[in-house]
């Protein structure tokens, strides 16, 4: 298993003028590039908008820079919501990337579950599922199309195109899909791309998850790579108990701020991410805060849940971390350094996420500061 970043920086308007609103884009660059040399394998990072709080939103302008400042590290969206894309700009954008990084690029995408960012797009919620299939479609010919071609869809026209520059990887960069109900997920095996799991499920549900898409992946006659699965993990190294103390309240207190930026008036979404509990139980089950023996101590106790459970996931599958400033973390590859703390995703603490780059074959998992 190898290890990443996940998550966000973040650079939220002030009143002050006088507030440096790209310090936290900076921090999150100083960890990334901190995070290369320590050994991480990628980093994976959100697409967000209208927050209040400053999430990621141009995330691919931020990749590039990041690009730019690293040569090993796999540059990972998490997920671009393709709603809201002209997928033929968002094509040429994503080859830009890939090309100007040496074929670095995973390109992970997702249909969003945002209520407030649909309002704000003036997009139905309703529309998502059509709007996401037809943009990812549009997306793979254009990187593919060996011609000029054509679309006629229901949301997007395009006459007589060739879409530039052509990717790095071919045939493109590894598509990563994010999903959780069961549907999606066997959408995501009958496209054959790979799984994105979220930070909020616990391990029980990951396992169901993964067991899901493996039997979908082999029943359409293809070898399962457990590689092709990566989940993310909420993850805090803390100095001791009152410092883990802050660090849980803060993660309920976001994913509650989450919750209600994303629900719908009706309190009708449905979205698998949106299902957990914001206890304090549900948040020590589906997390791996504490000191590092006790971490490592609900690590035993969490494979010995899974030995018992009727099925497993495979055991070579992916352990999912999601990170966000972790404090006093050690990487095992370089345990004498330990990247900085920066801003970042929904929840607080650490968070890793793992994951896999597709065209290497290396598994990659994802781990990025909090706010």
């Known amino acids: ?67 730019a400042k ?56 309703e529309e998502a599922d059509a709007r996401f299939n037809e943009a990812l479609d549009v997306i793979v010919k254009a990187w593919t199309a060996k011609e000029r071609f054509s679309h006629n869809g229901k949301y997007w ?12 990887q071919r045939p493109h960069p590894p598509l990563w899909m994010g999903a959780g109900s069961p549907e999606s997920i066997r959408n995501v095996a009958a496209r054959g791309y790979n799984l994105l799991i979220d930070q909020f499920a616990s391990f029980e549900t990951v396992a169901e998850r993964i067991n899901l898409f493996k039997a979908e992946v082999e029943k359409r006659g293809r070898t399962f790579d457990p590689r092709d699965v990566g989940v993310a993990r909420a993850f805090y190294v803390a100095k001791d108990d009152a410092d883990k103390e802050a660090a849980v309240e803060r993660r309920i207190a ?9 629900q719908t008036p009706g309190g009708d979404n449905r979205a698998s991410i949106l299902a957990y509990s914001d206890t304090r139980e549900a948040s020590e089950e589906s997390a791996l805060y504490g ?29 999912p971390i999601r990170a966000k400033r972790a404090r006093r973390a050690r990487s095992t590859a370089r345990p004498t350094r330990s990247p900085p703390s920066s801003s970042g995703c929904e929840s607080s603490a650490s968070n890793i996420c793992c994951s896999t780059a597709a065209a290497p074959r290396a598994t990659t998992c994802a781990a990025s500061p909090a706010s």
């Open 1 to 67: 298993m190898q290890f990443g970043l996940f998550g966000s920086a973040t650079a939220a308007r002030h009143a002050d003028p006088d507030v440096d609103s790209g310090q936290g884009y900076r921090q999150f660059v100083d960890y990334t590039i901190e995070a290369e040399a320590l050994g991480y394998k990628s980093t994976f990072l959100v697409e967000h908008h209208f927050t209040g709080f400053g999430q990621v939103s141009a995330s691919l302008a931020l990749l590039t820079w990041v690009a």
């Open 70 to 125: 690293t040569k090993t590290l796999r540059l990972g969206t998490a997920v671009m919501v393709l709603p809201w894309h002209n997928p033929v700009l968002l094509a040429e954008q994503a080859a830009t990337i890939d090309l100007l990084s040496g074929g670095r690029l995973d390109f992970g995408v997702g249909k969003g579950y945002r209520h407030n960012e649909f309002v704000g797009f003036c997009i139905p919620m």
């Open 157 to 168: 026209r395009f006459e007589d195109i060739v879409v530039e520059p052509p990717t790095a």
């Open 254 to 262: 976001a994913q509650r701020r989450l919750t209600a930026i994303s």
């Open 291 to 319: 000191t590092p023996d006790e971490i490592a101590a609900s690590g035993g106790s969490r494979r010995s849940r899974r030995r018992r459970a009727a099925t497993t996931a495979p055991a070579s599958s992916p352990i």
